[in-house]
């Protein structure tokens, strides 16, 4: 694996300060004590003891502040940068990130130290400030590698996928066998939507790296993006038996199942995944969805409460729990229902639509045209949307705009169940 794609704090930030410490054994004067804390800083960070670490760099650094240890301040600036790298390594990012500020004001010339910075900032969040430092390195240094593969994980962040792809690119043209980078570029690929592209960085990272569990988990989605649903169930049980405990894979594996139409494994899927997580919203959607598909409505509609319960904002909860008390014959629950949805999401063209069914199944053609109209607003497509519209209009007497709506139906998708039975005994041509 290429070092740059590797913990920077844990490999390639300590080989670069190598040179550095032995400068700093002739710039600070000799001092014995100072170079001894120097010295044992480095091998506390060898030993892994960075909390140690850091206590004897803050010793050098403390009594450097009267500005006599050093001969100029970039030697002093190695030092801090040396406390922020272990600071990093304890996870203790804010800290890291006040030293490297502290060291590329000490030594504004420094890249190495202004490379830290943005990789501290990239992994607390702080996407625009890493990718300030970022540009300002490649800026001085040119294409260097390590730096665009860590442009190109921020970009991606920020959801700029092609940019990433480019990136990455460069990057991985110096290193082409490096596992990390080919996953993060099939990350990519899978934002854009470029599936087959990320199936081929994931597999070319997973034969580099066959434990790499994360690329397994990936490449399981972008084969369900493709409907491949037999090779993501393989990729999902893959990550599983690294990962028993994942409630992700479990549910993943549990849509990939009911893609292929396995109701009942993606059923016992998705209740793997709410045992090991039990407020996990999606895969109590998701079982709600499989149990709706199995008529077992009772039990979709305790999934769906479970998930408005957790998220009253969940517009598609309170949908789906409308179109379960509407097949159990509870008119006015699903009118509430599908209000709910409406008012939560107003472009909410499917819940429109249920709507329209409910009105119109109690013979309520006016607000069911009021709603149909609404759907197919939002949704020019929506084939079936027309139908219905089509029958309300042509029960409320309104021959011609039933007409003109079964033909629009028709033209959108001359399969509807019913549609061309329709217009035969209406004599619609």
């Known amino acids: 694996m290429a070092r740059w794609v590797t913990s920077i704090w844990l490999v390639v930030a300590w080989l670069l300060l190598v040179v550095g410490s032995v400068a700093l054994l002739v710039g600070c ?3 014995e004590e100072i170079l001894a804390r120097i010295q044992s800083g480095d091998q506390a960070v060898d030993q892994g003891d960075f909390q140690q670490a850091v206590a004897h760099y803050s010793v050098v650094i403390d009594k450097a502040r009267d500005g006599t240890l050093f001969d100029n301040d970039a030697e002093l600036a190695l030092v801090v940068q040396k406390r922020g790298q272990a600071h990093a390594a304890r996870g203790e990012y804010p800290s890291a990130i006040e030293d490297f500020s502290f060291a590329v004001r000490l ?9 830290d910075r943005g990789v501290a900032y990239r992994t607390v969040g702080q996407l625009d400030e890493a990718l300030s430092d970022f540009n300002r390195v490649l800026e001085v ?3 260097e590698p390590r730096v665009l ?17 480019a990136d990455l690119n460069m990057a991985l043209s110096v290193a082409p066998g490096d596992a990390q980078a080919l996953y993060q570029r099939g990350r990519a690929f899978l934002t854009a939507g470029r599936y087959q592209d990320a199936i081929q960085d994931f597999s070319a990272s997973i034969r580099l790296d066959p434990n790499h569990a994360d690329a397994f988990m990936q490449r399981g989605i972008a084969y369900a993006e493709t409907r491949s649903y037999d090779e993501a169930i393989q990729d999902f049980s893959t990550v599983i038996r690294f990962r028993p405990n994942s409630p992700e894979a479990f549910n993943l594996r549990g849509q990939a199942n009911a893609g292929k139409g396995l109701l009942t494994p993606a059923v016992e899927d998705y209740t793997a995944a709410i045992q090991l997580e039990p407020e996990y919203v999606e895969a109590l959607y998701n079982r709600g ?41 509870l008119a006015d629950q699903a009118v509430t229902d599908y209000t709910t949805a409406i008012r939560l999401q107003p472009d909410f063209a499917i819940a429109y639509h249920n709507r329209g069914n ?15 109209s609404r759907a197919v607003e939002l949704d020019p497509d929506n084939a079936i949307a027309f139908f219905d519209r089509g029958n309300a209009y042509y029960f409320q007497g309104d021959r011609e705009r039933a007409v003109q709506d079964y033909k629009w139906a028709f033209a959108l998708d001359p399969t509807i169940p019913g549609i061309q039975e329709t217009m035969r005994q209406l004599g619609i041509n």
């Open 29 to 31: 004067g000799g001092d």
């Open 149 to 165: 593969y860590q442009r190109g994980v921020v970009l991606l962040a920020q959801d700029r996928a092609e940019e990433a792809i």
């Open 289 to 329: 969805l499989a149990y709706t598909e199995k008529t077992f409505y009772d039990r979709a509609k305790d999934d769906y409460t479970a998930v408005i319960e957790q998220r009253p904002d969940h517009a598609r909860a309170y949908n789906q729990r409308g179109l379960v008390n509407a097949y159990k014959g």
């Open 141 to 143: 240094q040119g294409n």
């Open 358 to 372: 409910v009105y119109s199944n109690q013979s309520d053609y006016t607000q069911a045209i009021a709603d149909y």
């Open 107 to 115: 030594d504004p010339d420094n890249m190495d130290i202004l490379f």
